[in-house]
């Protein structure tokens, strides 16, 4: 059973940064595609960034620019680096791991998500 556990959501004022980390288990899933989603209040989650099977990174066009997704094989840890960060950035981040072992995000599981607020 994959276990997803986010830390690291905060409140912060607009133009701040907040570091988000993930701890994936088991470790095999650090293989295929992992990433961040997120769900803004009355809004659709969405996928915003994501690192594919590959080690290639991808990104909404949101974030592209403000935020970096990276990982650590050795520690099983996703991480999620937002800088300049804005208001309208607050929602639940949410941790995903793609489902089938594949190397796109298509179908993941959800880890329970941690919330950031930013203020204008």
């Known amino acids: 059973e994959v276990q997803l556990v986010e830390s690291g959501g905060d409140s912060v004022q607009a133009g701040g940064s907040l570091r988000l980390s993930c701890k994936v288990s088991p470790g095999t899933y650090m293989r295929y595609c992992v990433g961040w989603f997120r769900q803004a209040p009355g809004k659709e989650r969405e996928g915003i960034a994501a690192i594919n099977s590959d080690g290639r990174p991808d990104y909404a066009e949101s974030v592209k620019g403000r935020f970096t997704v990276s990982k650590d094989i050795a520690t099983n840890t996703l991480t999620l680096q937002m800088d300049n960060l804005k208001a309208e950035d607050t929602a639940m981040y949410y941790c995903?791991?793609?489902?089938?072992?594949?190397?796109?995000?298509?179908?993941?599981?959800y880890g329970q998500g941690t919330q950031v607020t930013v203020s204008s």
């Open positions: 995903v791991a793609d489902a089938n072992g594949g190397s796109r995000c298509d179908t993941v599981y």
